[in-house]
């Protein structure tokens, strides 16, 4: 979350701006009822990260998960209604910001609101993130773009603007889990170890799109070859090895683990391959230029709509960001997992 302040931007305290409802596990759900939508990923060993690309994907090295259940799309606008009607959640961005929580914010900018890609006309400096994002009042998982705008006919569309506090909430009162990082890119990589993209080797196949990306020079030219120039209905593209939709492209995607600026190194043995691996810690998740606020960040996986050759190649399942825990954006979603263990 940004606010203007007299030297930039401060984001916010999200521990302060939760709603005090108690969300519980909708009643009389069978386990047919719990697993529906949901594909089993068999657990195994693969080569986690890469060492082509980001510095933060690397180096690549071997982890091992136990099987679980996933999610078969992101959670679409139809299936997040639901929890809103059935509990009354309010999420983070529908809230304005307690000025306490924010020193030396701007008065003006303290309203509810949510991030929103805002395209510029023309070239721009690609350094500076606000020629193309705006803080737009009014804008949440309801209105997407901001006030006079709604997702009416996008019930099947992955559900936007949603914080790291709101996905957690829709988990619990479901009954599942958000994935770690291992089991989100293990599943996203369909069974295809080491293969540069969710599909193959190859970016597209005979021409065709396999995934919601960005088309044309970023963040001013969307040539929308794919078909689309915002996000897209969850089964639009065709799904991974495993029957998963959007594992790539169309919206970012949450998982449960705080970001760190790399992985740690290969194990030297098979007997020594990590099981079930965590992220880094929550202290070294802060953004380095923002140490006054330590607004924790958590791992997003697998690119957006807006990634772009000339801007963001993380359309690929290596590929990982951070994102602080108070802040929405109109190409972030989410998915679940239920894990055999539990």
């Given at each position: 979350m940004m606010y203007g302040t007299d030297c930039g931007v401060a984001p916010a305290n999200a521990e302060n701006r939760v709603t005090g409802i108690t969300t519980v596990s909708p009643a009389g759900l069978s386990s047919?009822?719990?697993h529906s939508g949901m594909v089993f990923v068999p657990g195994g060993t693969f080569r986690m990260g890469s060492d082509k690309h980001y510095p933060e994907e690397a180096p690549v090295h071997r982890v091992s998960v136990d099987g679980f259940w996933i999610d078969r799309t992101p959670v679409t606008n139809r299936q997040f209604r639901e929890f809103v009607e059935a509990t009354g959640y309010v999420t983070f961005a529908e809230i304005a910001p307690n000025p306490k929580d924010y020193p030396g914010a701007l008065p003006h900018m303290?309203?509810?609101?949510s991030l929103v890609f805002s395209p510029p006309n023309r070239p721009v400096d690609l350094?500076?993130?606000?020629?193309?994002?705006?803080f737009k009042f009014g804008a949440n998982w309801r209105r997407p773009y901001g006030r006079g705008s709604s997702i009416r006919g996008l019930d099947d569309h992955p559900v936007v603007h949603v914080a790291y506090r709101d996905v957690e909430a829709y988990a619990e009162w479901i009954g599942k889990a958000l994935p770690t990082e291992a089991e989100w890119e293990f599943a996203a990589r369909g069974g295809l170890d080491g293969a540069e993209f969710a599909w193959g080797g190859e970016f597209t196949l005979g021409g065709r799109h396999m995934a919601n990306t960005w088309q044309g020079q970023f963040p001013w030219q969307n040539l929308a070859e794919d078909g689309f120039e915002r996000t897209s209905p969850v089964k639009a593209f065709p799904p991974?090895?495993?029957?998963?939709?959007?594992?790539?492209?169309?919206?970012?995607?949450w998982t449960a683990d705080w970001y760190s600026l790399g992985h740690s190194a290969d194990a030297p043995k098979?007997?020594?391959?990590?099981e079930?691996?965590?992220?880094?810690?929550?202290a070294d998740s802060y953004d380095g230029s923002q140490l006054q606020t330590k607004i924790p960040r958590m791992v997003l996986k697998g690119g957006s709509h807006l990634c772009a050759p000339n801007y963001c190649r993380r359309y690929r399942p290596a590929a990982r960001h951070p994102?602080?825990?108070d802040t929405s954006t109109c190409h972030v979603g989410f998915r679940c997992v239920l894990r055999k263990r539990n």
């Open positions: 047919a009822e719990v303290l309203k509810a609101g350094s500076n993130f606000a020629n193309w994002w705006t991974n090895g495993y029957g998963l939709y959007d594992m790539i492209g169309n919206v970012w995607e098979a007997c020594c391959i990590p079930n691996p965590r992220g880094g810690s929550e994102e602080p825990i």
